[in-house]
């Protein structure tokens, strides 16, 4: 059975199955009060662990980076994440019990740097509608085997909060902005808002320092594809680097087929025209954008190309969910539930365990079987969790 689908815990949330791999042999708190409840240890430092061998998954792919999701809550009602006609007024989103603590998410946070986990990014929803988010950011930016703490944000509220986020400890951000027509921007965020807040934002990250800072572009045929010239254009020589997504099939509810895709060779093809970008290497292991550079030496672009041209092979990408399951593709189905165990008692070794033995049953590749299937006209519909929920 696929890990997504796995239950490890009970409902009572008696542990049911773990490995346990690691001994703790000091335990460093960070100055931090807990908030409603004790959860147990505070948490480890990994240089403080007999650290456990970092665990690969069944394709020999290493963890190396976790996304966590802070919220399910968005300011924004984009149609291929969460259309306006089922995330209405009378939504329910997730009550407050069911969210993960600060204290939770940082403990967890911990833990999984043992495994071999340097980069963190902060998702969500819209992140920046998490109350006191720059507390969580100075309490992740303590853990000592964070070596990259980042964020990805709609840039609505991100004026106000760029300097609190700088002071925390965050280091680098990105900002989703798919166009830069206010006529498409209003259409593609739901919400009828103009691009000023967003590109104040953007301004006011730049000035508290966040460096470099990426623009993410969703690209969708028929929609916004007419003005990614456009876009390419206005941040060429301003350091920042914007990225085209192809259209993707993430959650059950976006419409998505593969008539809305514009693959991302088609995207080059037309910026190269007026703005001629050159292929340069990535700039690590895994990356997920494919790396352009313009020939005049003035900036870079990047695609990120999972429909056309599918990279799970170099994935090592884990996702912490609002509500605290370990999730271990964009696409799957379901997690891994630690939130359930934690708050039951279980020791920072039994979770180790967990996310360890978690990632090491892991099989997935979508992306790549998608492209089989679309190859052989054998399409199936496939359950899968909402972009809201586990972030991009």
């Not at 007999?50 to 998954?57: A, I, L, Q, W």
């Not at 995330?87 to 740097?113: K, M, N, Q, V």
Request: net charge negative.
């Amino acid at each position: 059975m696929p890990p997504g689908n796995s239950q490890r815990f009970s409902a009572s949330g008696e542990i049911s199955r773990c490995q346990l791999s690691v001994r703790a042999t000091k335990l460093v708190h960070v100055g931090y009060i807990p908030h409603h409840r004790d959860i147990g240890t505070g948490f480890l430092a990994a240089s403080e662990l007999n650290r456990p061998s970092h665990p690969v998954d069944q394709y020999q792919r290493p963890l190396r980076d976790l996304r966590i999701s802070v919220t399910d809550r968005c300011n924004f009602r984009c149609p291929y994440c969460m259309p306006a006609e089922i995330y209405g007024e009378r939504y329910e989103f997730l009550p407050r019990a069911d969210i993960l603590t600060f204290e939770e998410i940082t403990r967890i946070t911990s833990l999984i740097t043992s495994l071999g986990v340097s980069k963190i990014r902060l998702t969500g929803g819209e992140p920046l509608i998490r109350a006191d988010l720059p507390q969580l950011i100075g309490m992740l930016s303590s853990i000592p085997d964070v070596e990259d703490l980042t964020l990805t944000t709609n840039g609505y509220l991100l004026e106000k909060f760029a300097n609190q986020l700088v002071e925390a400890g965050l280091q680098r951000i990105t900002v989703s902005l798919d166009s830069l027509d206010d006529e498409v921007f209003r259409k593609m965020n739901g919400r009828n808002f103009d691009t000023e807040p967003v590109l104040k934002g953007i301004a006011a990250a730049e000035k508290a320092g966040l460096s470099p800072i990426k623009i993410n572009a969703v690209v969708e045929k028929g929609v916004n594809d007419h003005t990614l010239v456009e876009l390419a254009r206005h941040f060429k020589g301003s350091g920042h680097i914007v990225r085209f997504i192809e259209f993707m099939d993430v959650g059950n509810l976006n419409g998505w087929n593969m008539e809305k895709v514009v693959p991302s060779r088609e995207v080059i093809d037309a910026i190269s025209a007026e703005l001629p970008p050159e292929p340069i290497e990535p700039n690590y292991p895994g990356e997920v954008a494919r790396r352009w550079r313009y020939v005049d030496g003035d900036g870079e672009i990047g695609v990120i190309t999972s429909v056309t041209e599918p990279f799970c092979g170099d994935c090592t990408r884990a996702r912490l969910t609002t509500d605290g399951n370990l999730v271990t593709c964009l696409f799957a189905a379901g997690g891994t539930d630690l939130r359930g165990p934690m708050r039951a008692g279980a020791s920072d070794e039994e979770l180790v365990g967990l996310i360890s033995s978690t990632w090491q049953d892991r099989t997935d590749r979508y992306s790549a079987e998608r492209t089989a299937t679309l190859n052989t006209g054998d399409e199936r519909p496939r359950k899968k969790i909402e972009m809201y929920q586990i972030g991009g």
